[in-house]
T-cell receptor, first 110, second 115 residues
Framework: QKEVEQDPGPLSVPEGAIVSLNCTYS??????FMWYRQYSRKGPELLMY????GNKEDGRFTAQVDKSSKYISLFIRDSQPSDSATYLC??????????FGTGTRLKVLA | EADIYQTPRYLVIGTGKKITLECSQT?????MYWYQQDPGMELHLIHY???????EKGDLSSESTVSRIRTEHFPLTLESARPSHTSQYLC??????????????FGDGTRLSIL
């Protein structure tokens, strides 16, 4: 079983919808949680970075971490066609080692 | 926006050639990383460095080698390329000191095809 599980999608939503992307994990030692956005033929771009449990908001993006359930989420409000990309979750215990999900492909339809 | 640059962006080359993938960052980050990314798969760490003259192998076995002579530069070399090396190679860097964990910032990758 993988340490981090992420539904690969694709997930198609209409423009303006609220998008919910999720990852589950098995290692309770993870403390740092990241969400990256990756456009085709580009590298991952850091969207959100959180430590431990709780919520963090940045513009249209909200990251949630529930350590008791080993579950993290990224919410995108008022989704736009430009949000169409692959979203990767990543987590770390605080060392060099990051564990990445396989990514969820999101398509926002105009 | 992170300033980390990879060259070339795309490379198609024959079997047996020596290849060097370049990675440079202008953020003064001590830590640098090389990942391999294949379609539908998670990123796999192949090399990392904590600073000048410090390099370690990652979790994914790789026939590549790296060097870290300058803080800003972390090239990856394949002495004799094979078709199994075909993949996307991503370079990343992060700041922070000691065990402090700062997020990694990525370049746009090199897409390598070995014929």
């Amino acid at each position: 079983q993988k340490e981090v599980e992420q539904d690969p999608g694709p997930l198609s939503v209409p423009e303006g919808a609220i998008v919910s992307l999720n990852c589950t994990y098995s290692n309770s030692a993870f403390q740092y949680f990241m969400w990256y956005r990756q456009y085709s033929r580009k590298g991952p771009e850091l969207l959100m970075y959180t430590y431990s449990s709780g919520n963090k908001e940045d513009g249209r993006f909200t990251a949630q971490v529930d350590k008791s359930s080993k579950y993290i989420s990224l919410f995108i409000r008022d989704s736009q066609p430009s949000d169409s990309a692959t979203y990767l979750c990543a987590m770390s215990r605080g060392t060099y080692k990051y564990i990445f999900g396989t990514g969820t492909r999101l398509k926002v339809l105009a | 926006e992170a300033d980390i640059y990879q060259t070339p962006r795309y490379l198609v080359i024959g079997t047996g050639k020596k290849i060097t993938l370049e990675c440079s960052q202008t953020m003064g980050h001590d830590k640098m990383y090389w990942y391999q990314q294949d379609p539908g798969m998670e990123l796999h760490l192949i090399h990392y460095s904590y600073g000048v003259n410090s390099t370690e192998k990652g979790d994914l076995s790789s026939e590549s080698t790296v060097s870290r002579i300058r803080t800003e530069h972390f090239p990856l070399t394949l002495e004799s390329a094979r078709p199994s090396h075909t993949s996307q190679y991503l370079c990343a860097s992060s700041g922070g000191t000691g065990s402090s964990n700062q997020p990694q910032h990525f370049g746009d990758g090199t897409r390598l095809s070995i014929l």
